[in-house]
């Protein structure tokens, strides 16, 4: 027994013996343990050209490579590195900010380069990634100086932005079918980047990951993507082009944003596309959007190029800003069943001329087609409840809209015509009872305003600085008229009261503010002096009385003492007396269009025929023009 027991310990103490320890081998620090070695973060300068052996030798003990730890050679002077093949990992940040490195030799069997691994190594032009390589860390070669990089045919993942900012132009780059993932930011501003060829593993592409990508031409492959991600290509200038996967269902937001496009084919079945999708494409200037789409999300082809567009049969909602600035926009078909224009979706248009509102329209929303300088007409849908604030606000060459008479509209909102300097006439029906503030402010060119039976208020500054309106008949239902109403209207000769109660109406003091010296205030006869007792009507210098159960004529007191003005013939006649015999007398619509001229017959009196011309018109009595209201 005792012969086994001595033998046994002989075998044992015969064995090498490891300790763990830390120790310096030719300049290098590694850890040393059960036979192998890790090396270490570099305490001492390390520089120039570097061999590691498979295996060192220390205290008559042997150990394998096998390892790299975090940050071994971090920010150190070194120029080339070549690794044995014995070494199965390599730690994050490993070789960062090693700025004159250039020549590195991978061992064959690695799987991995971790973190920043190669980060911001400058003078790296190139290195031979081994097939065993599986998987690219976070930024392992960001901000690197690499020219050229050649992906392994068994790479399955790409971390994020691991060849972004790259220093020096990578051309091309060709991702193996293995690869099923790529990283956010991939590829940023490697603003040398010509062709892309995507993996057929990928099925989506990641956040930005060739955003800034200025030179890009070609992009091809990826036949299995159903998804690009937010600012997948935005910024890339040069890409003029794009062959989109058959399988893409979405694009995100920014996808195409500030790019070079100028075609693209959106293939059948694709759903969504995201904010901002094609923001600013102004090379763009048609697309087709396949009926499949159901989402175009806000600002999406924002300042694009776009000259017409028809929005496909699915959409019931145009996201906020979505043609926004689209200046040679000339052409937009909606189709029956769209619900909302959202906020600014087709402000400052600049080109469109004529849009189809369908009435399945119930939100237009603030500025929605302000700014649209070319737009001439438009008809409002009858499903909309309220023309929202600025809605056609500097509209410089609209001349007609069409207001619903029965429907849904109910309500003008703030601005919502203002600055439309070409609108010469608005017939607003009953069933918009609001007018709020600065509804149709500086419309210089509006002559006629028809209010209907129904509405009742009319906002602060409705129709401030509308310098052509010549006369106002306010309906017997309104009962508000706010603050500068009519502050400007300097050709406002007439203005027609039907109230026989003025206690019943709410009129700011300032309502008419420059004009009382020269229009003409029209009331119910017998009410003369209840309008002369209040502010503001008492503030008017020229009164005239209206039969209000029958036709006539109103006139200032002062042409109704110098000449008698009635209505005959039904309506159609205007009869002038207290004439010089022979007198001529001319009747013009105000826009200078000649009605009838007559002579005065021996007995002062001349005979001028209306044409059934209402409101506002000019008789001309020798070479004097008076404005009389024919009722």
């Known amino acids: 027994m005792k012969r086994i027991i001595n033998l046994l310990f002989a075998i044992v103490f015969a064995l090498p013996l490891y300790s763990q320890e830390i120790a310096t081998i030719d300049g290098i620090k590694y850890f040393l343990y059960n036979g192998e070695a890790t090396i270490m973060e570099q305490d001492n300068p390390v520089s120039g050209s570097i061999v590691i052996p498979e295996i060192v030798s220390y205290n008559n003990n042997s150990y394998v490579v096998v390892s790299i730890a975090d940050r071994a050679f971090s920010e150190k002077s070194i120029t080339s590195i070549k690794l044995p093949n014995s070494i199965k990992s390599i730690g994050d940040e490993c070789f960062q900010f090693c700025q004159i490195l250039s020549s590195v030799s991978l061992p064959d069997n690695i799987t991995s380069l971790g973190y920043r691994c190669f980060w911001h190594c400058t003078y790296l032009q190139s290195i031979?990634?081994?097939?065993?390589?599986?998987?690219?860390?976070?930024?392992?070669?960001?901000?690197?100086?690499?020219?050229?990089?050649?992906?392994?045919?068994?790479?399955?993942?790409?971390?994020?932005?691991?060849?972004?900012?790259?220093?020096?132009?990578?051309?091309?780059?060709?991702?193996?079918?293995?690869?099923?993932?790529l990283g956010v930011e991939c590829f940023l501003g490697d603003e040398k980047l010509i062709s892309v060829t995507l993996s057929d593993g990928l099925t989506s592409l990641s956040n930005s990951c060739f955003s800034g990508c200025k030179s890009l031409l070609s992009v091809v492959g990826g036949n299995n993507i159903t998804a690009f991600g937010q600012s997948c290509f935005r910024d890339c200038t040069s890409?003029?082009?794009?062959?989109?996967?058959?399988?893409?269902?979405?694009?995100?937001?920014?996808?195409?944003?500030?790019?070079?496009?100028?075609?693209?084919?959106?293939?059948?079945?694709?759903?969504?596309?995201?904010?901002?999708?094609?923001?600013?494409?102004?090379?763009?200037?048609?697309?087709?959007?396949?009926?499949?789409?159901?989402?175009?999300?806000?600002?999406?082809?924002?300042?694009?190029?776009?000259v017409d567009v028809t929005i496909p049969s699915r959409i019931k909602e145009l996201g906020t800003g979505c043609f926004e600035y689209c200046k040679n926009l000339k052409s937009v078909t909606l189709p029956d069943g769209i619900t909302t224009l959202g906020r600014y979706a087709f402000n400052s248009c600049t080109s469109l001329e004529t849009?189809?509102?369908?009435?399945?329209?119930?939100?237009?929303?603030?500025?929605?087609?302000?700014?649209?300088?070319?737009?001439?007409?438009?008809?409002?849908?009858?499903?909309?409840?309220?023309?929202?604030?600025?809605?056609?606000?500097?509209?410089?060459?609209?001349?007609?809209?069409?207001?619903?008479?029965?429907?849904?509209?109910?309500?003008?909102?703030?601005?919502?015509?203002?600055?439309?300097?070409?609108?010469?006439?608005?017939?607003?029906?009953?069933?918009?009872?609001?007018?709020?503030?600065?509804?149709?402010?500086?419309?210089k060119s509006l002559k006629q305003v028809i209010l209907s039976e129904g509405t009742t208020g009319l906002g602060l500054?409705?129709?401030?600085?509308?310098?052509?309106?010549?006369?106002?008949?306010?309906?017997e239902s309104i009962n508000g008229i706010g603050m500068y109403c009519f502050d400007g209207c300097t050709s406002l000769f007439s203005v027609t009261c039907p109230w026989e109660n003025i206690d019943t109406v709410s009129v700011s003091g300032d309502a008419f503010r420059g004009i009382f010296s020269e229009a003409i205030l029209n009331v119910p006869k017998g009410t003369e002096e209840m309008y002369k007792a209040v502010e503001p009507w008492k503030s008017f210098n020229r009164f005239a009385v209206y039969d209000k159960t029958g036709t006539g004529v109103?006139?200032?007191?002062?042409?109704?003492?110098?000449?008698?003005?009635?209505?005959?013939?039904?309506?159609?006649?205007?009869?002038?007396?207290?004439?010089?015999?022979?007198?001529?007398?001319?009747l013009y619509?105000?826009?200078?269009?000649?009605?009838?001229?007559?002579?005065?017959?021996?007995?002062?009196?001349?005979m001028l025929d209306t044409k059934n011309e209402h409101g506002v018109l000019i008789l001309k009595i020798g070479s004097k023009g008076h404005k009389i209201i024919v009722n």
């Not at 062959?243 to 694709?270: A, H, N």
């Not at 087709?288 to 190029?305: K, Q, R, W």
């Not at 052509?468 to 008949?473: V, Y």
């Not at 000449?563 to 159609?572: H, R, Y």
């Open 554 to 586: 109103g006139l200032s007191d002062i042409l109704a003492d110098e000449f008698g003005v009635e209505l005959s013939n039904g309506g159609q006649t205007v009869a002038v007396s207290g004439l010089a015999n022979g007198a001529k007398v001319s």
């Open 239 to 306: 890409l003029i082009t794009v062959t989109l996967p058959s399988r893409l269902k979405s694009l995100g937001s920014s996808c195409f944003s500030y790019s070079g496009l100028t075609l693209v084919t959106l293939p059948e079945g694709i759903v969504s596309l995201g904010a901002g999708c094609f923001e600013y494409c102004k090379h763009l200037s048609s697309i087709n959007l396949p009926n499949s789409i159901t989402n175009i999300d806000v600002a999406c082809f924002e300042g694009s190029g776009l």
């Open 128 to 181: 031979v990634l081994p097939n065993s390589i599986t998987s690219l860390g976070k930024e392992c070669f960001y901000e690197s100086g690499l020219k050229s990089i050649e992906l392994p045919e068994n790479l399955q993942s790409i971390g994020d932005r691991c060849f972004a900012k790259c220093t020096n132009p990578i051309r091309s780059v060709v991702l193996p079918n293995s690869v099923t993932s």
């Open 461 to 475: 500054g409705c129709f401030t600085n509308c310098t052509s309106l010549e006369s106002i008949t306010f309906p």
């Open 589 to 606: 619509t105000t826009d200078g269009m000649l009605l009838s001229t007559d002579n005065a017959s021996d007995s002062g009196t001349a």
């Open 355 to 443: 849009i189809n509102l369908p009435n399945s329209i119930t939100v237009m929303g603030m500025n929605c087609f302000s700014g649209c300088s070319s737009l001439k007409s438009v008809t409002l849908p009858s499903g909309i409840y309220y023309v929202s604030s600025e809605c056609f606000s500097d509209c410089r060459n609209l001349v007609s809209v069409n207001f619903p008479a029965n429907g849904n509209l109910y309500k003008l909102s703030s601005s919502c015509f203002s600055g439309c300097t070409s609108l010469a006439s608005v017939t607003l029906p009953g069933n918009i009872k609001d007018l709020d503030i600065r509804c149709f402010m500086n419309c």
